[in-house]
């Protein structure tokens, strides 16, 4: 048993007696898109055996009453309603239909009562919000698509909001980021009851890598939670975005705002899910970007345009953030760039397996791999490139782009 699968056991309760851990209950909902809903069905409703895949038992359970309606306007039947429920040790909870409204009570209910009794509870994508409406992400870590983050946080304060990782696994309760990171958790899974060998063997099956390295910051959309546009700080935010090339710090959005610094990140961590310094440091990042990409600047130039006190403080915080140096980012950009003719249709560098994202094993190889990140830095000043030591918390939301050239997408 590998180390993430003996600390994720050490943190399941005792599964009830009448559920079996490889019994796999998925919920569905009218409204939900196909794709996310189809990726437990594909892992873990197809017999794989002759591939090496241990084989789980799938119970594709009604949510609510049906026929449930789903993208496209197709219309499904599920052949189990959630009664079924009671003998999954698993129950997957896909994408949720709207993050604006409430689960059906009957399926919160049947969800924590099948927490109670010892099953592992995963939500792919928003499916983390019908988790969070039961209770059960209350004063854990949890993931969702990058978009949704600063809404869950806000919604739901005392769940610990990390839209960096791909997935999150704190034992007995599971989250994913959105769409594909989906597939991540689900091999996570079979990884995690089966091995290395087995979850391998279904990767080359689906014909994705059993492990990516990274996370989902790189896909960061740089624009902030529509909730902020009606706030005061949104012309403290637009003045930051106008004036990157500008050397201030976080002191100085407080004072925009009349605010002391304290009620000044209070009141950005409640609006958006991000400490003000981790959002200030990525737009300085992703302005460093499209200058890397669109201009004959230096990198030494670039840092002085995007507000970095020195070259160093760039590099450092490029690296960490994008996995590369300014330097080879530009020369991946370009030399890929006349292949496709736009960014998305350019293929990713290969870059080496690591431990998974969102466990501890994972968290402890990237600690050990890398300096501290941005997400760790507590500094007042921007560009210092003076991170200190200290573990991500909910607030690390940052604000960013989609992936580019020459970039790994994350596992």
Not at 372 to 382: D, I, L, N, Q
Request: charge should be positive; glycine fraction near 10%; aromatic fraction near 6%.
């Amino acid at each position: 048993m590998s180390q993430d699968s003996a600390a994720a056991t050490e943190a399941v309760r005792k599964l009830s007696g009448r559920r079996r851990r490889e019994v796999v209950a998925v919920l569905l909902f009218s409204g939900g898109p196909i794709f996310e809903s189809s990726i437990p069905l594909s892992v873990f409703g197809i017999d794989r055996q002759d591939a090496g895949v241990p084989r789980y038992r799938l119970l594709v359970c009604g949510g609510e009453e049906g026929p449930l309606r789903t993208t496209g306007g197709l219309e499904l039947t599920a052949p189990y309603g959630l009664e079924a429920i009671s003998r999954a040790g698993t129950v997957v909870v896909p994408a949720w239909r709207s993050i604006t409204s409430p689960p059906p009570a009957e399926a919160l209910d049947a969800l924590r009562r099948a927490h109670e009794e010892g099953a592992r509870i995963v939500g792919l994508c928003t499916g983390a919000f019908v988790l969070a409406a039961a209770g059960l992400l209350d004063g854990r870590p949890a993931t969702t698509h990058w978009m949704y983050a600063p809404t869950l946080a806000k919604r739901y304060p005392s769940v610990h909001v990390d839209p960096r990782e791909l997935f999150v696994d704190d034992g007995d309760v599971l989250t994913s980021a959105g769409t594909a990171a989906g597939i991540d958790l689900c091999l996570h899974i079979v990884r995690t009851d089966h091995g290395t060998e087995a979850a391998g063997a279904l990767a080359r099956r689906l014909v994705v890598p059993p492990r990516r390295s990274g996370g989902q910051e790189r896909y960061l959309d740089r624009s902030l939670p529509e909730e902020i546009g009606s706030d005061p700080l949104a012309e403290v935010v637009a003045w930051a975005l106008e004036h990157l090339h500008e050397q201030f710090d976080v002191e100085t959005l407080a004072a925009r705002a009349y605010m002391s610094r304290r009620t000044f990140d209070r009141r950005f961590r409640s609006l958006t899910g991000s400490a003000p310094l981790q959002w200030l440091i990525t737009q300085r990042v992703l302005q460093a970007q499209r200058l890397l990409e669109t201009s004959e600047y230096s990198v030494d130039e670039v840092a002085g345009r995007c507000g970095f006190r020195s070259p160093v403080a760039l590099r450092g915080h490029f690296r960490r953030q994008l996995g590369s140096s300014p330097a080879a980012y530009r020369a991946a950009y370009r030399a890929r760039r006349p292949q496709g003719g736009n960014a998305e249709a350019l293929a990713p560098a290969i870059e080496p397996t690591v431990p998974a994202q969102g466990t501890s094993a994972g968290r402890r190889a990237t600690a050990a791999a890398t300096p501290p990140g941005p997400h760790a830095v507590t500094s007042a000043t921007v560009g210092a490139g003076q991170p200190e030591h200290g573990k991500p918390g909910p607030d690390a939301y940052s604000a960013g782009r989609p992936a580019l050239p020459g970039q790994r997408s994350a596992p």
